[in-house]
């Protein structure tokens, strides 16, 4: 029939092999079980060294038992907590936020129960011993996964190992939007390998922008044989027409029989995990996603959590902001400040304020300078050399301290901490009713697009990350983008 049906006709002649977890992620798991003891026994340790000046000090209750041996039987139990919470399953090691969710509530669950024990039986546990091993615990847990989850990011992006081969059941153009889905991330744990398109397959491979060519292996009936033609380690069927619930059923036996993961992809993009939750109706597994919430009492702890951070930085970095401005003042005329009418909340325009980082009157060349426009799309204007800005303006952008007064907009309520990025009146008018959800929230002083590349970032990138924000923006999101700010700051890259 095809070239990708001559494949599997010779993988056929070879005897399925029942694949296992990737030798990585079985590797990976045992070593995250002596990180844990490690991170454990130095709660417990420090703990009793803490409160008790060594290690050992005896319970009141039971005068022969000493707090050695409470740490070991709370580290052991702890251990424990953390097996059957699956904190070291293959599906949430190494990346996304699930696996810190299991450690913390693995520590919470152990010390509650602690807690509880202590209480029924009189024990009578020294509450500054668990005061101290409850935070340490959780510290070094989280810590020393964070490390391992860094070099996992090392290994995958330096040399291309750690990563879980994937062939994809779907339509091509759902197999293209996939694969570009999981290449746009360098960290990305899955690799697209090969693909199986339901109905008439007159292509032997399908050409991906930006990544290359995936192979195709015949229609949906040819799976299995894909898998060991491509050595996979799971299957992701995407949104097909064809492959109906009662296929899906039976494909997930036949993986079953080889240990292979089965990965369904309704077809949902750029919504996060809080707002799609399951629900069996009638034995279907439908995925409900929630409206975004812009109102009620997320907005008021965003509107908390900007004053507080606003305030704080502006009274503590006081001294940082006046010499700043004296040195934009003696290094080039014109004002210390920078004022640009910008695009807030619902459209709404206002007065962004920044240090002044180009010579006055700048405004004033961008036609002049319009064929030496770098940003891809076009709706954006900038250049990586900008023969406009100041000696002391370059140093001000590379590490974004020009945007220090936008804290003043902050209290002002024109904008927030964490946001899209503010636009221009000339972008908005060029907003398509896609692009102009982006006005449903403040745009902030950082943002996915601060922490992703930002002068980087195409104008296409720069949307889909404003607009993922916005659909799913929390108090969580604002306080690791806020954090990874800090370190894009310093590095100062993709900023000019």
Same mark, same amino acid.
């Given at each position: ?8 006709? &010779? ?334 909340? %619902? ?38 050399? %900008? ?22 907009? &902050? ?21 398509? %009713? ?16 601060? &922490? ?10 720069? &949307? ?33």
């Amino acid at each position: 029939m095809t070239a990708g049906i001559d494949r599997l006709e &010779v993988a056929a002649n070879i005897a399925p092999i029942p694949a296992k977890v990737p030798a990585w992620q079985r590797g990976y798991a045992r070593r995250l079980v002596a990180i844990d003891l490690v991170g454990v026994v130095l709660a417990v340790g420090l703990a009793q060294w803490l409160r008790f000046g060594g290690l050992a000090g005896e319970i009141s209750t039971f005068g022969s038992l000493d707090y050695t041996v409470v740490s070991i039987a709370i580290a052991v139990i702890w251990m424990a907590a953390l097996s059957i919470n699956h904190s070291r399953s293959a599906r949430v090691i190494g990346s996304g936020a699930e696996e810190y969710r299991r450690v913390w509530l693995a520590t919470l669950a152990v010390f509650g129960g602690v807690a509880i024990v202590s209480m029924l039986f009189k024990l009578e546990i020294a509450r500054g011993y668990l005061v101290i091993a409850l935070p340490a615990g959780i510290f070094f847990l989280i810590f020393f996964r964070y490390l391992a989850r860094l070099v996992i990011r090392h290994v995958r992006e330096k040399h291309g190992r750690c990563i879980t081969r994937v062939l994809v059941v779907g339509s091509a153009s759902a197999v293209r939007d996939l694969t570009q889905s999981f290449a746009r991330e360098p960290r990305s744990e899955y690799e697209v390998v090969g693909a199986c398109i339901p109905g008439p397959v007159p292509r032997t491979k399908i050409d991906v922008p930006g990544v290359g060519e995936i192979p195709t292996f015949g229609d949906e009936s040819h799976v299995v044989g894909a898998v060991t033609a491509t050595n996979s380690h799971a299957v992701a069927v995407t949104a097909t027409e064809r492959l109906n619930g009662r296929g899906i059923r039976d494909l997930s036996w036949e993986l079953e029989k080889l240990d292979i993961d089965l990965l369904v992809a309704p077809g949902v993009v750029d919504v996060a995990g809080p707002r799609l939750q399951m629900r069996p109706v009638c034995g279907l597994p439908l995925i409900h996603v929630e409206k975004p919430q812009y109102h009620g009492a997320k907005r008021f702890q965003k509107r908390l959590f900007d004053v507080l951070f606003s305030g704080s930085v502006l009274l503590f970095g006081l001294p940082i902001l006046l010499g700043v401005a004296a040195a934009v003042k003696l290094s080039s005329r014109g004002p210390i400040f920078y004022r640009q009418e910008r695009i807030g909340l %619902d459209g709404d325009p206002f007065e962004m304020i920044k240090f002044r980082t180009m010579v006055d009157g700048a405004d004033k060349m961008v036609h002049k300078l319009a064929a030496l426009n770098e940003s891809e799309g076009g709706v954006l204007f900038k250049i990586r050399e %900008d023969p406009r800005i100041t000696p002391v303006g370059k140093i001000l952008r590379k590490y974004s301290i020009d945007e220090l007064p936008q804290f003043i907009n &902050v209290l002002k309520r024109d904008m927030s901490v964490v946001g899209p990025r503010p636009p221009l009146a000339n972008e908005v008018r060029s907003y398509d %009713d896609h692009a102009r959800r982006r006005l449903l929230v403040r745009p902030g002083i950082t943002g996915l697009w601060q &922490v992703s590349g930002r002068s980087d970032l195409s104008w296409e990138d720069s &949307v889909r990350l404003d607009m993922f924000y916005v659909e799913n923006w929390s108090m969580i999101s604002d306080l690791l983008i806020a954090l990874k700010t800090v370190k894009a700051m310093f590095g100062g890259s993709g900023a000019y």
